[in-house]
């Protein structure tokens, strides 16, 4: 079953974020991950949630993106993105109809 990281990201520092965007699609595309959204427009429907920049990932599964988010391929990138961003992220179990 697919699974989704999505992260809610204020960043800080945009010229070193910058650096953290060109590393991780590597890292992602490496765990079979890839980009549903990357700091597309944002428009809130409901509610007060209004991040500024939203990112959803989708893997193959749970245990996939547990390893890419704790891989060695992925450190070098997330360490910047701590650095310069403050983020909110999880990870969820997918939806495959019946």
Do not use: C
């Not at 699609?25 to 991950?33: D, K, V």
């Amino acid at each position: 079953m697919p699974a989704y990281v999505i992260v809610q990201v204020k960043v800080n520092e945009p010229i070193e974020y910058e650096v953290y965007k060109s590393l991780t699609p590597t890292s992602i595309s490496a765990y079979g991950g890839r980009f549903i959204v990357r700091g597309a427009a944002v428009e809130t429907l409901e509610g007060s949630w209004a991040p500024g920049r939203l990112v959803v990932l989708e893997f193959p599964d749970v245990a996939t993106a547990k390893t890419w988010w704790e891989s060695e391929e992925y450190a070098p990138a997330k360490a910047i993105r701590q650095r310069t961003a403050e983020t909110e992220m999880i990870l969820v179990d997918g939806f495959v109809p019946m």
